[in-house]
């Protein structure tokens, strides 16, 4: 995919451009590739994001090891704001930050990576904890009934265990 050169929007029928997806996103190995829409929006002094895709993912659980498959569904939006960036980066060791630090921004003139917007955007909204079912066991371990202590340190605990 493509980079957005940003002032060229301003030049689209209502400084909007959608793109249909139907692309592999390089790092997400997803089984098939990424479907939906994105569609990007100048509004003077910000740029207005917007993705619904879907694809499916291959994950491993987290308590059996198994893989499965699970399909991921975005519907999201954000907001990037337009300004040039400070090139002044001798930042004092301690500085109050503001909530306008804490936001996107990329230069008016600059340019959007889709592919890299959309991989981040698929990313927040993978699963934090992967499991195939709600009733998914861990696997087996055997017990070894061999509890001889090779080191001597040990022995006291040792000791608590048989008791």
């Known amino acids: 995919m493509e980079k957005i050169y940003i002032p060229r929007l301003l030049k689209m029928p209502q400084q909007t451009e959608e ?3 139907n692309h592999q996103i390089s790092g997400l190995n997803s089984l098939i590739p990424v479907r ?3 569609q990007i929006c100048h509004r003077g002094n910000f740029l207005e994001l917007q993705l619904q895709a879907d694809t499916i993912l291959t994950l ?3 308590r059996c090891l198994q893989t499965f ?3 991921l569904e975005v519907d999201t939006s954000e907001i990037i704001l337009l300004k040039e960036e400070e090139s002044d ?13 804490l936001s996107e921004t990329l230069p008016p003139n600059g340019e959007l990576i889709v592919d890299e917007w959309i991989y981040e955007q698929l990313s ?3 699963p934090l904890r992967n499991l195939c079912e709600n009733d998914c066991q861990p696997p087996l371990l055997k017990e070894k009934k061999d ?3 090779k080191d001597n340190r040990w022995s ?3 000791n608590l265990i048989k008791e």
């Open 19 to 21: 793109i249909k997806l």
């Open 36 to 38: 939906g829409i994105f």
């Open 60 to 62: 491993t659980c987290d």
């Open 69 to 71: 498959n699970h399909r």
């Open 89 to 101: 980066l001798n930042y004092p060791l301690e500085r109050e930050i503001i909530s306008e630090d």
């Open 124 to 126: 927040l909204a993978m």
């Open 147 to 149: 509890s001889t202590i």
């Open 156 to 158: 006291s605990l040792a």
